[in-house]
């Protein structure tokens, strides 16, 4: 074969390479894939156990943390796909990349930061006590000690009772109403778990139950994200600001909990 003959080779073999690599550009930008772009759609895990911010009513999932996050992909122009899943199963569902997102009430920790991103937070929450109510032994923290108490499996407020309750019983249970049932039916001397999630059971489920100490353990509940997705987290963060400066936040936190966050 002549140089000629050679040389057009050469040029036409160039340009299908550089069509090939425009093609799958291309293809990548739309599917989101490209770096720096977001996904049309995100797997978003929750749990359906946790009232008031995700739970099941006739056939559908409902609360605080589910409107939020269609409001928030709504503002980033992204669609979700909702699983749901045990609580502790959330984290390394996120770590294996099952799932994109998670919303559950999920408090931010240095710990869980080491396997996840997190957003901003966007509650702010704590631990509460509730005893049956005539309970009239357990007033606060300190008459725990001792005691068998009702929580959440892979709940922070587990590791709580055992790093900073002597002789403690943690008796941990997958579906929340299992916990409240233990102290119900007197199998658990009380439930330690997000005040929230507490307050509101007793108030619409828990005839038998009562509130009783301070807030314990002030902290906050953040948007759990799969490592490695900074615009996805940055996404996240602008929308969350927004629908606090428009109001939107401030709407669903009312049609929740009754009042505005202060």
């Given at each position: 074969?002549?140089?000629?003959?050679?040389?057009?080779l050469?040029?036409?073999?160039?340009?299908?390479?550089?069509?090939?690599?425009?093609?799958?550009?291309?293809?990548?930008?739309?599917?989101?894939?490209?770096?720096g772009?977001?996904?049309?759609?995100?797997?978003?895990?929750?749990?359906?156990?946790?009232?008031?911010?995700?739970?099941?009513?006739?056939?559908?999932?409902?609360?605080?943390?589910?409107?939020?996050?269609?409001?928030?992909?709504?503002?980033?122009?992204?669609?979700?796909?909702?699983?749901?899943?045990?609580?502790?199963?959330?984290?390394?569902?996120?770590?294996?990349?099952?799932?994109?997102?998670?919303?559950?009430?999920?408090?931010?920790?240095?710990?869980?930061?080491?396997?996840?991103?997190?957003?901003?937070?966007?509650?702010?929450?704590?631990?509460?006590?509730?005893?049956?109510?005539?309970?009239?032994?357990?007033?606060?923290?300190?008459?725990?000690?001792?005691?068998?108490?009702?929580?959440?499996?892979?709940?922070?407020?587990?590791?709580?009772?055992?790093?900073?309750?002597?002789?403690a019983?943690?008796?941990?249970?997958?579906?929340?109403?299992?916990?409240?049932?233990?102290?119900?039916?007197?199998?658990?001397?009380a439930?330690?778990?997000?005040?929230?999630n507490?307050?509101?059971?007793?108030?619409?489920?828990?005839?038998?139950?009562?509130?009783?100490?301070?807030?314990?353990?002030?902290?906050?509940?953040?948007?759990?994200?799969?490592?490695?997705?900074?615009?996805?987290?940055?996404?996240?963060?602008d929308?969350?600001?927004?629908?606090?400066?428009?109001?939107?936040?401030?709407?669903?936190?009312?049609?929740?909990?009754?009042?505005?966050?202060?």
């Amino acid at each position: 074969m002549n140089k000629h003959k050679w040389k057009l080779l050469s040029i036409l073999i160039l340009i299908g390479l550089v069509l090939a690599g425009c093609g799958s550009s291309e293809g990548d930008a739309e599917n989101g894939n490209s770096e720096g772009e977001l996904k049309d759609t995100y797997t978003v895990a929750s749990d359906t156990s946790f009232v008031p911010f995700e739970f099941k009513e006739d056939g559908e999932y409902v609360g605080f943390d589910i409107d939020l996050i269609h409001a928030i992909a709504d503002e980033a122009g992204f669609e979700i796909e909702l699983e749901t899943t045990n609580f502790d199963g959330i984290i390394p569902g996120l770590q294996t990349g099952s799932f994109d997102i998670a919303i559950a009430g999920i408090s931010i920790t240095e710990e869980r930061k080491q396997k996840i991103d997190y957003s901003e937070p966007y509650y702010e929450s704590g631990l509460a006590i509730g005893v049956r109510s005539d309970n009239d032994s357990v007033k606060g923290i300190e008459d725990l000690e001792g005691k068998t108490i009702a929580t959440r499996l892979g709940s922070t407020s587990a590791s709580y009772i055992d790093e900073n309750i002597e002789n403690a019983e943690a008796s941990q249970f997958e579906q929340l109403d299992q916990a409240y049932l233990a102290v119900e039916n007197g199998s658990a001397d009380a439930i330690l778990y997000d005040a929230p999630n507490v307050n509101y059971y007793i108030q619409t489920n828990g005839d038998n139950l009562k509130v009783v100490g301070d807030l314990y353990q002030a902290e906050d509940y953040g948007i759990a994200i799969s490592k490695g997705q900074e615009e996805l987290v940055t996404a996240i963060n602008d929308a969350l600001a927004t629908l606090k400066e428009n109001g939107k936040y401030d709407e669903i936190y009312e049609k929740w909990f009754g009042k505005k966050p202060e």
